[in-house]
């Protein structure tokens, strides 16, 4: 549980950051020891938030009282799962595991990605931000927000993290399927196509653009993981389709919780320099706002329009031959289109250009 002694500092140490108090009990996961663990209630607690739930909420708090607002993502911008839960519940009934194993599996990959963020490269903040840093959720990226987020996605030394808990939990449900040989190979393949974008802010630091735009990339796919983790929750918690649905669902559970964090700390510090004035390469300034604000709108048109299709694309492909092991594959796939989600992306993200029409 978070110290009171936490509670209301905003200034913190890497190590503080990275604490996570003692546990009744760890977590096992597929025989391996992960992050988090039990109190003496049995009830499941996150990893590494003794002290960094307390900051974050200390941030907010500071964020609003200096007229600051929280930047909000609307939930009408996720699209749906694909396959949804009943279609995934249908194929798993008629025998059909591998589009649903493949999915899983997928999730636990790019869980392992989110290493990644430790590697982004921060430069002085300080420098860049005509206001104060200190004692803000920005000064501690590089001191501790951005390593837990890390070690949390991927797991840390010998301990696993939400890599590890995904497998378990499809282990768990659908009994160590065997796992689909090309299912990194595509998804690599997918996630090379295309160049990097071209900056939409040159008249600010490089670096700075980049690590906004990362956060901001991130942030959303957290935002829209949570669809991802009420489909995991509601599939393999059905006793009809899961061989141990407490197990299985209560490993979601346990990521979800785990995923809290990572949204908060990401909105804050966003927040944070979308409520500040940015200093531009050649002397000028800009308004933290405009520059959060079009990060954010890029990147959600950009996903609303292809996280959809590139969920299809990853199941889609071998569909109709997974079914082949069903008694009538071409009714299957006929009841299978017909549970499909209905979903059009809405018009705005919520972050238009203030000149926008």
Not at 33 to 38: E, P, V
């Amino acid at each position: 549980m978070p110290t009171a002694e936490s509670e209301g500092r905003t200034t913190f140490t890497p190590e503080e950051l990275l604490a996570s108090g003692d546990y009744r009990e760890p977590l096992i996961a597929n025989g391996v020891r992960c992050h988090g663990g039990f109190d003496d209630e049995g009830r499941y607690r996150s990893p590494r938030t003794l002290h960094r739930s307390p900051a974050i909420r200390a941030w907010q708090s500071q964020l609003a009282s200096e007229g600051g607002e929280l930047l909000e993502i609307a939930p009408e911008l996720m699209p749906p799962q694909y396959p949804n839960v009943e279609q995934a519940k249908l194929l798993l009934r008629n025998g059909v595991r591998e589009p649903v194993v493949r999915a899983l599996t997928i999730i636990s990959i790019v869980e392992g990605f989110g290493a990644m963020i430790r590697d982004v490269r921060v430069p002085d903040l300080a420098s860049l931000f005509v206001e104060p840093l200190e004692g803000t959720a920005l000064a501690h990226l590089r001191r501790g927000l951005f390593e837990a987020h890390a070690r949390d996605e991927s797991g840390y030394r010998d301990e696993g993290g939400h890599k590890q808990m995904w497998e378990a939990a499809r282990d768990a449900a659908l009994e160590n399927p065997k796992i689909p040989g090309d299912v990194l190979m595509r998804l690599m393949g997918r996630r090379g196509r295309g160049s990097r974008p071209e900056a939409a802010f040159p008249q600010i630091d490089p670096d700075l653009e980049r690590m906004l735009g990362f956060m901001s990339n991130v942030l959303v796919v957290e935002v829209f993981a949570e669809g991802t983790f009420q489909w995991g929750i509601d599939v393999l918690s059905d006793p009809e389709v899961s061989a141990e649905p407490e197990v299985a669902g209560g490993m979601v559970r346990n990521i979800q919780s785990d995923e809290k964090p990572h949204v908060e700390y990401l909105r804050t510090a966003l927040s944070e320099a979308r409520a500040r004035t940015i200093r531009t390469v050649d002397g000028r300034e800009i308004a933290g706002r405009e520059v959060v604000d079009g990060l954010l709108h890029r990147i959600l048109k950009q996903m609303t329009r292809t996280r959809r299709s590139d969920q299809r694309e990853d199941i889609r492909e071998g569909l109709v031959q997974a079914m082949q092991v069903a008694s009538n594959p071409k009714r299957l796939l006929e009841e299978f289109d017909a549970l499909d989600s209905d979903w059009t992306p809405p018009g705005q993200t919520g972050f238009e250009p203030a000149d926008a029409a």
